[in-house]
């Protein structure tokens, strides 16, 4: 069974500056995929980004990139230039081997202020 | 445009009755799913089905019943079994059972709030 850990409940950060959100996952797969998924206040899930455990270069998408640490199996999310419109829950998920089934995080609600 | 629907938006169960959350896809999607979100906690999967006519349970099964008698339809009947109905249940599909196979693994619907007078 995998299970992912998102350990930071909330955080906050001003408009334009970086933040990062920290995800823990574990896995007895050698190969497997891990994403990071947005649920504004409107609850639609959107795929921020996704990495693939055997690529080595980490994931970027404009202002989101990833810290991936394949040995500490951790997976961080890195938002630069926040924008309001960041405000949301962000969640982790692993996928599992046959790829079918996605297990996520218990999610981290960031709050960008103005 | 194509996506997913779930209707409705909210919905209210007396105790002791069943109810059922309809999910709809235009998108020619195979796989199918369910997750419950309760506050301030991440998704847990409730069913999935990775073709019509298939259906297999996930983490959180118990007191559910699903059906996939259409490739667009995956409804979820929350049967009087399950004991603490109320939560957000979100509906999602991909193109294939196999989420590896797309760049956007799943495509989400709105979710329906289920709540228990």
């Known amino acids: 069974a995998q299970t992912v850990t998102q350990s930071q409940p909330e955080m906050s950060v001003q408009e334009a500056e970086t933040v990062t959100l920290s995800c823990t996952y574990d896995t007895s797969e050698n190969n497997y995929y891990l994403f990071w998924y947005k649920q504004p206040p409107s609850r639609q899930m959107i795929l921020v980004i996704r990495?693939?455990?055997?690529?080595?270069q980490n994931a970027t998408e404009n202002r989101f990139s990833v810290n991936f640490q394949k040995a500490a199996k951790s997976f961080s999310l890195k938002i630069s230039d926040s924008q309001l419109g960041d405000t949301a829950m962000y969640f982790c998920a692993s996928l599992n081997n046959a790829g079918n089934m996605l297990t996520f995080g218990g999610g981290t609600r960031l709050m960008v202020k103005p | 445009d194509g996506g997913i629907t779930q209707s409705p938006k909210y919905l209210f169960r007396k105790e002791g009755q069943n109810v059922t959350l309809s999910c709809e896809q235009n998108?020619?999607?195979?796989?199918m799913y369910w997750y419950r979100q309760d506050p301030g906690q991440g998704l847990r999967l409730i069913y999935y089905s990775q073709i019509v006519n298939d259906f297999q349970k996930g983490d959180i099964a118990e007191g559910y019943s699903v059906s996939r008698e259409k490739k667009e339809s995956f409804p979820l009947t929350v049967t009087s079994a399950q004991k603490n109905p109320t939560a957000f249940y979100l509906c999602?599909?991909?193109?294939?059972?196999?989420?590896?196979?797309?760049?956007?693994?799943?495509?989400f619907g709105d979710g329906t709030r289920l709540s228990i007078l």
């Open positions: 999602a599909s991909s193109i294939t059972g196999r989420l590896k196979d797309s760049n956007q693994p799943q495509h």
């Open positions: 990495q693939e455990a055997y690529k080595q």
């Open positions: 998108l020619n999607h195979d796989a």
